[in-house]
């Protein structure tokens, strides 16, 4: 359940265009509803994701395993977290390039997966669509890291990147001292290369969770007078009310496509400042 009292457009109506595609998303969803009505036992096998399938040659299932769900509640559970965070994704990314975050942070997941099973008994395979999910969730932390969400299980809401971290460090320590049937690794997996998509093709990231591991304390190369100071003027770049509601009246008229380049970075300047 979204908070929007910490979404920028507050009470205003969708962007258009939005909605619309959401449609993409339901797709995913649709797809992984209806195997899970057709399926069986023998489905899992068929296209669950086998720790020897190199020897079995079926490499489709790298693929086809994210539609393959043991039960009601764990497609319900995967299903409900792509529709909500990929809801936050989506807009930002298109549709191309979200099917690219959930594919590959899914696929990856699996050989993540595979690199700490492929030893074990043949009878061991992976279902499910939680690797793609976990890219898609930390994409939508990077992107909106202070929306916050309420959880069932959680009685206050709670900002995207706690729940990230969280979940980060229940996941590894959870696959160091396995105690379930949980693919841990894969949701691993998923973090990972959902990381390293959302950092090549955004760059409206408004939080890195490893940025603590790159970051560089800057040299500066001016020399000042001794009792000096050098200062800055922050509020000369910030985006006004005016001009927000000029840009949010031109996306209800238009759609976000229609903003110019200037427009864009005003407008996720004005985010920025949102969740400052």
């Known amino acids: 359940m979204l908070n929007n009292r910490d979404y920028m457009r507050g009470n205003r109506p969708p962007m258009n265009g939005e909605s619309s595609s959401n449609k993409y998303i339901y797709i995913i969803i649709a797809i992984n509803i209806?195997?899970?009505?057709?399926?069986?036992?023998?489905?899992?096998?068929?296209?669950?994701?086998?720790?020897n399938?190199?020897?079995?040659?079926?490499?489709?299932t790298f693929v086809s395993y994210m539609f393959i769900h043991g039960?009601?509640?764990?497609?319900?559970?995967?299903?409900?977290?792509?529709?909500?965070?990929?809801?936050?994704?989506l807009p930002e990314l298109k549709a191309n390039k979200f099917f690219n975050l959930f594919f590959l942070s899914g696929i990856?997941?699996?050989?993540?997966?595979?690199?700490?099973?492929?030893?074990?008994?043949?009878?061991?395979?992976?279902?499910g669509a939680s690797g793609g999910v976990s890219g898609v969730m930390l994409a939508a932390a990077m992107i909106q890291p202070n929306m916050r969400i309420l959880l069932l299980f959680f009685p206050q809401p709670i900002k995207l990147k706690t729940l990230m971290m969280v979940l980060a460090v229940y996941e590894i320590f959870s696959g160091m001292f396995p105690a379930d049937n949980v693919a841990h690794s894969a949701h691993l997996g998923g973090f990972i290369v959902g990381y390293i998509y959302i950092k090549f093709v955004y760059d409206g990231i408004l939080w890195d969770p490893l940025e603590f591991l790159f970051k560089k304390q800057p040299k500066s190369k001016v020399k000042m007078p001794k009792g000096w100071s050098m200062t800055s003027n922050p509020a000369s770049d910030e985006v006004t009310q005016a001009e927000l509601d000029t840009l949010l009246d031109k996306i209800s008229g238009s759609g976000i496509n229609s903003l110019t380049d200037t427009e864009m970075t005003k407008l996720k300047k004005a985010r920025e400042q949102m969740q400052s």
């Open 53 to 60: 399938v190199l020897s079995d040659m079926k490499i489709w």
């Open 71 to 89: 039960d009601f509640f764990h497609l319900a559970f995967n299903m409900w977290s792509l529709n909500l965070f990929g809801k936050v994704v």
């Open 34 to 51: 209806f195997f899970f009505i057709i399926g069986n036992k023998n489905m899992n096998f068929q296209f669950g994701l086998k720790s």
């Open 108 to 127: 990856f997941g699996a050989v993540f997966w595979l690199f700490f099973n492929s030893s074990e008994n043949v009878t061991s395979f992976l279902i």
